[in-house]
């Protein structure tokens, strides 16, 4: 099974802050890599899908690159909606399988 | 627009069975692969089955293979997931989600607003 090591499992920043957050796959999944963000008690919503295409609808904040193993999800300036946990999730290969989330909050 | 509606979720003891469904509306249902995703209480996200859009192809997680059917009826636009030789590792919201390109890798595009399960004595 490929393994996500998704990085740092929480994090606190300011409004208006840039935050990072990494995703590595324990074997080459090429750009078959998706961004999801869920808010508390509400189902995930896809954001960065083929790892850097952006999902209609989402916000041009949200932006995510990387390819083969090591993949970066960004939001350039965030906002107080972004209370959120995101999670990658690869689907190169069966079994689908996801990061473990990290879970951002403000500062 | 996607609508994705999933019931059935109950409390169930353990090695009992349970049948999900989910409703599907707003998109052309037997032309694209459909999934289910659990999340148990404060954990994270764990694929647990894919239907392919015909029905003709599955894919179970290791966890529940063999205890679980996932099983789709064009006709009725719904999808299912038989659950059976359940265990309390089992508990949690199961999600129906629906792929965004009929293509054999595809993201989970829209999901519903998924079902408890709890299994409990």
């Known amino acids: 099974d490929i393994q996500m090591t998704q990085s740092p499992s929480s994090l606190s920043a300011s409004v208006g802050d840039r935050v990072t957050i990494t995703c590595q796959a324990s074997?080459?999944?090429?750009?078959?890599l998706n961004w999801y963000q869920q808010k508390p008690g509400k189902a995930p919503q896809l954001l960065i899908y083929?790892?850097?295409d952006l999902q209609a609808g989402v916000p041009s904040r949200f932006s995510g690159s990387g390819s083969g193993t090591d993949f970066t999800f960004t939001i350039t300036s965030l906002q107080p909606q972004d209370i959120a946990t995101y999670y990658c999730?690869?689907?190169?290969?069966?079994?689908?399988?996801f990061g473990q989330g990290t879970k951002v909050d403000i500062k | 627009e996607d609508q994705l509606l999933e019931s059935g979720g109950h409390v169930v003891q353990p090695g009992g069975s349970l049948r999900l469904s989910c409703a599907a509306s707003?998109?052309?249902?037997?032309?694209?692969?459909m999934n289910w995703v659990r999340q148990a209480p404060g954990r994270g996200l764990e694929w647990m089955s894919t239907?392919?859009?015909?029905?003709?192809?599955?894919y179970y997680a290791d966890s529940v293979k063999g205890r679980f059917t996932i099983s789709r009826d064009n006709s009725k636009n719904t999808l299912y997931l038989q659950m059976s030789s359940l265990r309390g590792e089992d508990t949690a919201v199961y999600f129906c989600?629906?792929?965004?390109?009929?293509?054999?890798?595809?993201?989970?595009?829209?999901w519903g607003q998924g079902t408890l399960v709890i299994v409990s004595s």
């Open positions: 989600t629906k792929d965004k390109f009929r293509l054999i890798r595809s993201p989970f595009e829209s």
């Open positions: 707003g998109f052309s249902f037997s032309t694209y692969a």
């Open positions: 239907i392919s859009g015909s029905g003709a192809s599955t």
């Open positions: 074997q080459d999944i090429s750009n078959n």
């Open positions: 083929d790892a850097s």
């Open positions: 999730q690869q689907y190169d290969a069966f079994p689908r399988t």
